[in-house]
């Protein structure tokens, strides 16, 4: 079965820090573009970061400098690890695929991985 999730999330205290890990079942990451997205209630999904094929990173404006994206073949799976969180990080994180675009515009990526929520206290 093709699948995509994302696991990692939970609750944490402003400052603190989470992995959160995009495993693939069925095929291989290595030939997409994966990318971490995140909604709240009542908002449109935002993207947050991407990783190339190639290993390019994008990042949104907004976690530059907190959050990294990256890799790892041998476990078929992508990370994005956050750090220095912030009440407004809090929202359910997806992670999806894309073989065209890795802009953070959703529109660009055709394969979903359920989400996990991410919760930061002040």
């Known amino acids: 079965e093709v699948q995509l999730q994302a696991s990692g999330g939970g609750l944490v205290q402003a400052g603190g820090s989470l992995r959160l890990s995009c495993a693939a079942s069925?095929?291989?990451?290595?030939?997409?573009?994966i990318g971490w997205f995140r909604q709240t209630p009542g908002k449109e999904r935002e993207g947050v970061s991407s990783i190339r094929n190639d290993g390019t990173t994008i990042y949104a404006d907004s976690v530059k400098g907190r959050f990294t994206i990256s890799r790892d073949k041998a476990k078929n799976t992508v990370y994005l690890q956050m750090n220095s969180l912030k009440p407004e990080d809090t929202a359910v994180y997806y992670c999806?695929?894309?073989?065209?675009?890795?802009?953070?515009?959703?529109?660009?990526?055709?394969?979903w991985g359920r989400g996990t929520q991410v919760t930061v206290s002040s």
């Open positions: 999806a695929t894309s073989r065209g675009y890795s802009y953070l515009r959703p529109i660009y990526y055709d394969r």
């Open positions: 069925g095929f291989t990451l290595d030939a997409y573009h």
